[in-house]
Nanobody, 121 residues
């Protein structure tokens, strides 16, 4: 069984910053890719950023230069530092773990429960 705990969402003014965290726990052997997706009201869920276990990153064009994804492999934790936030960044942000190998050698993908980020004055 694998669990995820997300934290760090909230209300921030335009131009402000937030840092999201997502910690995975349970019978985890390895996680290939961790990332963040977001879903705004009435819109489809979209990729924000991903990071592999080797540290390779990928960002949506809309967040490049403003958001930074990082990862602590020893803690199975992924972070998203969000700077220069805009009202259009308002969404529920979901943590994703892909290629999770458990100690029983099963392979699955997992989603966190989501955390709300609201950018408003």
């Amino acid at each position: 069984q694998v669990q995820f705990v997300e934290s760090g969402g909230g209300l921030v003014q335009p131009g402000g910053s937030l840092r999201l965290s997502c910690a995975a726990s349970g019978s985890i052997f390895s996680i290939a890719v961790m990332g963040w997706y977001r879903q705004a009201p009435g819109k489809q869920r979209e990729l924000v950023a991903t990071i592999t276990s080797g540290g390779s990153t990928n960002y949506a064009d809309s967040v490049k230069g403003r958001f930074t994804i990082s990862r602590d492999n020893a803690k199975n934790t992924v972070y998203l530092q969000m700077n220069s936030l805009k009202p259009e960044d308002t969404a529920v942000y979901y943590c994703h773990a892909g290629g999770v190998v458990t100690t029983s050698r099963s392979l699955n993908n997992y989603w966190g429960q989501g955390t709300q980020v609201t950018v408003s004055s």
